[in-house]
């Protein structure tokens, strides 16, 4: 089946310790997106990329970075973790970026900074 | 400016009770419109969209929603609750002047009794 896959399910780092997350997908879709949510509250959009066009969210924080090397994968780069960086970060994908397409989410990396 | 209200951060229901999500809605232009569910440590899967076909939407898993313009409102419906609806639900909006951004509520954790 097509898919959004992420990996690893669980991930800890130390304070200040870089860590990258990853994302990969099955569906061949030109955009994907990067989300932090924290407990009990909704996803709150980081970034996302139109294949290779990079669109940053102006209150994203710089400590948060992405890289997108082709259309399968794309990654999140906590340069320096801190205890708020503390959440699950769900990376979904889409067709195109018109407003009446769904969004496909992968099962989530929740991160723990120690 | 477009944003996303859940009224009722929590709901418990009965199994076999009706089961009554309300959002409302606020866009400038025609929105589309978006429930999710998720599990447990699990990604966003999508139960229904409304893209300004029909008014009322069935989806996924017996859940069903309808677009009321008037009332700008988009409620999620189930007529009887099965344990397995236990989950946290969100509703998001999206618009033709935001491109495929969501902007998701805040959500609504559903507890099933037995």
């Known amino acids: 089946d097509a898919m959004v896959i992420q990996n690893p399910r669980y991930q800890v780092t130390q304070f200040g310790k870089p860590v990258t997350l990853s994302c990969s997908q099955t569906?061949?879709?030109?955009?994907m997106y990067w989300y932090q949510q924290k407990s009990s509250q909704a996803p709150k959009l980081l970034f996302h990329y139109y294949d290779k066009d990079f669109n940053n969210e102006a209150d994203t924080p710089d400590n948060f970075q992405s890289r997108r090397p082709n259309t399968s994968f794309c990654f999140l780069d906590i340069r320096s973790p801190g205890l708020g960086d503390a959440a699950m970060y769900l990376c979904a994908t889409s067709p195109r970026t018109r407003a009446f397409e769904t969004q496909y989410f992968g099962p989530g990396t929740r991160l723990l900074v120690l | 400016a477009q944003s996303v209200t859940q009224l009722g951060s929590h709901v418990s229901v009965s199994e076999g009770a009706l089961v009554l999500l309300r959002c409302n809605y606020s866009?400038?232009?025609?929105?589309?419109l978006f429930w999710y569910v998720q599990y447990p440590n699990q990604g966003l899967q999508l139960l229904l969209k409304?893209?300004?076909?029909?008014?009322l939407v069935k989806g996924i898993n017996g859940f069903e929603a309808e677009f009321k313009k008037s009332e700008t409102s988009f409620h999620l419906t189930k007529p009887s609750a099965h344990m397995s609806d236990a989950a946290e639900y969100f509703c998001a909006v999206s618009d033709q002047g935001s491109g495929n951004q969501f902007y998701f509520g805040t959500g609504t954790s559903l507890t099933v009794i037995p």
């Open positions: 569906l061949n879709h030109n955009v």
């Open positions: 409304y893209t300004s076909a029909a008014t």
């Open positions: 866009s400038s232009v025609p929105p589309y």
